[in-house]
C-alpha cells in the first residue's frame, strides 16, 4: 500500500520554528489536493493547511501568518514551514494526499512546543 513519509517533526520552544516534510511516491497521479492536518491528545483530527490542484492554498484561522504550506513538484515533496510556533500547536502532524484513487496518509510526525 502506497504511503506518505514525514519527517522534521521534534521538540521547541514556544516561538521556534520547524520545518516538516512529505515524501509522495512518484506512482500518484490525479493529485486533487495536498495537506497537512493535525491531532493533539484527547482532540479530533483537524486541517492545518492544504494545496489546491490549482495551487491555491488554505490554512486554518489558528496558524494563518504563521505557517506556509508549499510543493516541490520536481522532488514530490511537500513542506510544512511553522514559525511562531506555540504550545498549543503540540499534536501529531499527518501528511495528507487527496488524488483519483482516494486518500493517501503518512504515519504522522510528532511535534511538541515547550512554554
Known amino acids: 500500500q502506497v504511503q506518505l513519509v514525514e519527517s522534521g517533526g521534534g521538540l521547541v520552544q514556544s516561538g521556534g520554528s520547524l520545518r516538516l516534510s512529505c515524501a509522495a511516491p512518484?506512482?500518484?497521479?490525479?493529485?486533487?489536493?495536498m495537506g497537512w492536518y493535525r491531532q493533539a491528545p484527547g482532540k479530533q483530527r483537524e486541517l492545518v493547511a492544504r494545496i489546491i490542484s490549482s495551487a491555491s492554498t488554505n490554512y486554518a484561522d489558528s496558524v494563518k501568518g504563521r505557517f506556509t504550506i508549499s510543493r516541490d513538484n520536481a522532488k514530490n515533496t511537500l513542506y510544512l514551514q511553522m514559525n511562531s510556533l506555540k504550545p498549543e500547536d503540540t499534536a501529531v502532524y499527518y501528511c495528507?494526499?487527496?488524488?483519483?484513487?482516494?486518500?493517501?496518509w503518512g504515519q504522522g510526525t510528532q511535534v511538541t512546543v515547550s512554554s
Open positions: 512518484g506512482s500518484i497521479s490525479s493529485i486533487y489536493t
Open positions: 495528507n494526499i487527496l488524488a483519483g484513487a482516494g486518500y493517501y
